[in-house]
């Protein structure tokens, strides 16, 4: 069964330093993706960042890079020179069978409380 | 402006009383889904949706009814609510394509008293 584990419930970083929240993940699937979502005080889920289990290349998407570890089954989502508006809860999911597009249902960690302080 | 909408976005209800919240997206996706937010758990999906008239359970079905008549709608009903459902409910729907990510609403969140 697929499992997504977030270890730090909750963390603090200064606005315009960079910060990792850490996603570990385990599937028996050879084919997955993995996402993060933030979902800020007001409730609604954003899609950030997707990386691929074939994917050679970590991805990024301006601020947001996924720091994709494979042997240690690790996603890590760093956020670079972060801004007030970055502070809300972040998830990180998996979905296996990726590549047809099928797969099922998204699993998600339990979340990272980001605050981003002045 | 692509989305998926939900309907409504508060409400609080009494034990035994069916409701439905309603869910519906402009993107043509094949793909629908509801999931269930609690405290310290999560997201877990409660039913999903390959395609019209195709449904079936997640992780948490216990209590919840679908249907998908037509593409862009996929509701959620609770025949007869009770306290522990009490939670912030997200319809989400994507495309069935390689990598796809899931759009959701913004949420639903029930009280149950």
């Known amino acids: 069964a697929q499992k997504i584990t977030q270890t730090q419930p909750g963390m603090f970083v200064q606005e315009k330093e960079a910060v990792t929240l850490d996603c570990t993940y385990d599937?028996?699937?050879?084919?997955?993706?993995l996402f993060w979502y933030k979902q800020p005080s007001s409730g609604e889920m954003i899609f950030l960042i997707y990386?691929?289990?074939?994917?050679?290349q970590n991805a990024t998407e301006g601020r947001y890079s996924l720091n994709f570890q494979k042997a240690r089954k690790s996603a890590n989502l760093v956020i670079s020179a972060s801004q007030l508006g970055d502070s809300a809860m972040y998830f990180c999911?998996?979905?296996?069978?990726?590549?047809?597009?099928?797969?099922?249902?998204?699993?998600f960690g339990t979340g990272t409380q980001l605050k981003v302080e002045l | 402006e692509a989305q998926v909408t939900q309907n409504p976005r508060y409400l609080i209800t009494v034990t035994g009383k069916k409701l439905t919240v309603t869910c519906s997206q402009n993107?043509?996706?094949?793909?629908m889904s509801w999931y269930r937010q609690d405290p310290g758990l999560g997201l877990r999906q409660i039913y999903y949706?390959?395609?019209?008239?195709?449904?079936d359970k997640g992780d948490v079905p216990e209590g919840y009814k679908v249907s998908r008549k037509e593409k862009r709608n996929f509701p959620l009903i609770l025949e007869s609510p009770s306290p522990n459902q009490t939670s912030l409910y997200f319809c989400?729907?994507?495309?069935?394509?390689?990598?796809?990510?899931?759009?959701f609403g913004q949420g639903t969140r029930l009280t149950v008293v």
């Open positions: 989400a729907s994507r495309r069935i394509v390689q990598g796809s990510e899931a759009f």
């Open positions: 599937t028996s699937d050879q084919s997955y993706g």
């Open positions: 990386q691929g289990s074939y994917d050679e």
């Open positions: 999911a998996m979905r296996e069978d990726i590549l047809t597009g099928g797969g099922n249902k998204l699993t």
């Open positions: 993107m043509n996706h094949e793909y």
């Open positions: 949706s390959m395609n019209v008239e195709v449904t």
